[in-house]
């Protein structure tokens, strides 16, 4: 990694820990920072005090320094981007946290609500909005490094399993100013510029009571500094919201960057000096900033003296965050090379791209007239079986085709930068047809999006229908040859609008996905990586099951696979030995879905056939086996006659999006990923 970088990851680390040690003086040392006269903050140094007496039975304030640590704990713990889950088993048990200390009984309620088995996605879902959780962002701010849009929806995420949702707002923005100043490419202007940005796309409600607050502070930081110090030690720099410990740091932190950025000594003073409760919570974060902008020379040696031995435990993220760009270098490379113009300007990536979506609405077509059936009552209704599309009309109305063009959709509009289900969800919100789709799943969560709910956890009181499955496959088509990204992104999307075995399933077909779409995808690697991907965890289901887990169940399936060449002869036994309760159980059908695309060899007809003619849910089936077949070998091995089959619109309408996805929404990402590459 880049020396200059790795000083301001240190920077970054060391930063937060003066920050949380001088943040601490107004409860240990409150005489220090009584004063006359504004202008005296800037005539008084500020000293950590390391030692000093607590009353016993009634500790209302401790250090922040736990909360930093709990952030870096779980990146070098996992070695890789940290999801709800795991975020919740670093906090759920953590000792330190749960010091008997007053001010972090909201973090106390969370592990006892963690502890009752709640889920991580929706712990924090009602607790009273409150910054504390905002001092672990530094990691995930660091991990993201220079990809503030990526921050901003890991901070969410992981801060939302201690936080409602505008205290998730105020760390996810907390993550991204952090990972905004690691790149070393942008000035302060940009980066205020950028986390305001994010904010007003995101999270209105906190755009705008930050965006007058900061872009006020600013201004008046710019003019006379005798009249800014008397403004900011009375005003500015105070809060009654503060008090009650409920307010967004950012809101006392950029309006000090444009002019205090390089001078940290004038900065904490500025944060402690006047009367703010908060103060030990922003000082942490305004380090980290600072220590990311600068370097961790910024701050005098007297404080480097005593903050780099503690920080150093943290510094190992380093080399999770090394290793992570490694894996960009690698993907942005294939990706690259796969965009490259083949003939008549297009590229092998564009050929995969509307392969894909061109296969799966064929198989989602194709399969739907038989829906539900066993496999001998479609022999029966159609003696020989399927072996084309039957109604034409069905290549534009058909459920599973909508949804998957919608989250294409909303990611173009998103430019390159990562979705969330915030984002899928307001594309919901102004194009769904909610009476086209069914009722105890997609419904409902568009009834509870309508009325308010967040997105990101409307899915987690549905009925498990599959129907997440038959549509993320642009999550992997975003993520091309990073299964892991694709996975935990699938999650948090789907989580949208499904949970259990619906997310499950969701995940292991982005993964899927991601890797048919890589240059030197096999058949057999990916289902390799459908397996990696499924968890082998113990299913947690209401029926009890032949299978302990889903990775068992993906196994099963292809084992049984492998011993056929014909997709019609393989049904009988994956009919005998691989259905559960219902022909929509989701793992079900992946799992036959896959097994389809197996015997197929990743045939898109045969495919189709297969997924088709094996019935259950055939739509989906059919779907998602042909539509992996097309990601892997490209709209050229898609039957003509079929492709002639599509009203000229409709047609059109798909290889526009490719086109779009392709130009817009892969290159976007490469160009974040590119300016990630200059960290290393």
């Not at 960009?328 to 294939?334: R, V």
Request: proline share 5%; with cysteine.
């Amino acid at each position: 990694m880049d020396k200059n970088i790795e000083d301001k990851i240190k920077g970054c680390l060391i930063g937060a820990y003066i920050g949380a040690e001088l943040g601490f003086l107004r409860f240990v040392k409150p005489d220090v920072l009584k004063i006359t006269n504004p202008e005296d903050m800037f005539n008084k140094e500020l000293e950590p005090v390391f030692e000093y007496p607590e009353q016993e039975k009634r500790v209302w304030h401790r250090k922040m320094t736990p909360f930093i640590d709990a952030g870096i704990k779980a990146y070098i713990k996992y070695q890789h981007r940290v999801m709800p889950e795991e975020f919740a088993e670093i906090i759920k048990n953590n000792e330190d946290l749960s010091s008997p200390v007053f001010d972090w009984d909201d973090i106390h309620s969370i592990q006892e609500i963690l502890r009752e088995g709640t889920n991580p996605r929706i712990s924090g879902l009602g607790i009273v909005p409150r910054p504390n959780i905002c001092v672990a962002m530094p990691a995930v701010g660091i991990y993201h490094a220079a990809d503030p849009e990526y921050a901003y929806l890991d901070g969410v995420e992981i801060a939302s399993v201690a936080q409602c949702r505008k205290g998730a707002d105020w760390a996810g923005l907390c993550a991204a100013t952090i990972a905004a100043c690691l790149d070393p490419q942008a000035d302060i202007e940009q980066i205020i510029d950028k986390v305001l940005k994010i904010a007003h796309r995101n999270a209105r409600d906190v755009f705008y009571h930050m965006n007058g607050r900061i872009r006020s502070g600013i201004g008046r930081a710019s003019g006379d500094e005798k009249e800014f110090l008397r403004w900011w030690y009375y005003c500015g720099g105070c809060s009654p919201e503060s008090e009650r410990g409920m307010f967004n740091p950012l809101e006392f932190i950029l309006p000090l960057l444009p002019k205090y950025s390089d001078k940290p000594e004038k900065l904490f003073a500025l944060l402690n000096f006047p009367y703010n409760a908060g103060s030990h919570i922003i000082s942490p974060l305004a380090g980290a900033i600072v220590g990311a902008l600068n370097g961790y020379k910024i701050f005098p040696d007297t404080w480097q003296k005593w903050a780099i031995p503690v920080a150093e435990k943290w510094f190992p993220i380093m080399d999770v965050l090394e290793k992570r760009l490694k894996k960009e270098k690698t993907i942005f490379t294939i990706t690259e090379n796969l965009n490259q113009p083949v003939s008549s300007n297009s590229s092998k990536l564009f050929d995969k791209i509307y392969g894909c979506i061109l296969a799966g609405a064929i198989g989602n077509a194709m399969g739907s007239p038989v829906e539900c059936l066993f496999d001998w009552e479609i022999d029966q209704k159609y003696p020989g079986g399927i072996k084309t599309i039957l109604d034409p009309r069905r290549l534009e109305s058909e459920d599973d085709n909508q949804m998957a063009m919608l989250l294409v959709e909303t990611y173009i509009e998103r430019q390159g930068s990562p979705v969330m289900a915030r984002h899928f969800g307001e594309t919901w919100k102004n194009r769904l047809n909610r009476d086209h789709f069914y009722a105890l799943c997609m419904g409902n969560v568009y009834n509870l999006i309508m009325s308010g709910w967040d997105p990101r956890i409307t899915g987690h009181w549905s009925v498990v229908t599959g129907s997440t499955v038959m549509c993320m496959e642009p999550v992997g088509m975003y993520h091309i040859a990073d299964p892991e990204y694709a996975k935990i992104d699938a999650r948090a999307v789907s989580y949208m609008y499904q949970r259990g075995l619906d997310v499950i399933a969701a995940e292991i077909l982005a993964a899927a996905v991601s890797e048919a779409l890589s240059p030197d995808a096999t058949v057999d690697s990916v289902c390799k990586e459908a397996v990696k991907a499924a968890p082998s965890e113990k299913l947690r289901t209401f029926d009890r099951r032949d299978v302990k887990s889903s990775r068992q169940y993906i196994e099963k399936c292809l084992n049984i696979a492998s011993k056929y060449d014909d997709v019609i002869e393989a049904r009988k036994e994956l009919r005998e030995k691989c259905l559960f309760y219902h022909p929509i159980d989701p793992l079900e059908l992946l799992g036959l879905a896959l097994a389809m695309f197996y015997i197929a060899k990743a045939d898109v007809k045969q495919a189709a056939i297969g997924g088709t003619n094996i019935g259950r849910d055939s739509d989906t089936i059919s779907g998602r086996a042909a539509m992996l077949s097309g990601a892997l070998k490209g709209a050229g091995s898609i039957p003509e006659e079929w492709i002639g089959l599509f009203k000229p619109e409709v047609l059109e309408k798909i290889k526009k999006n490719s086109e779009l996805f392709v130009n817009d929404v892969v290159s976007g990402r490469m160009k974040r990923i590119k300016n990630r590459l200059n960290l290393l």
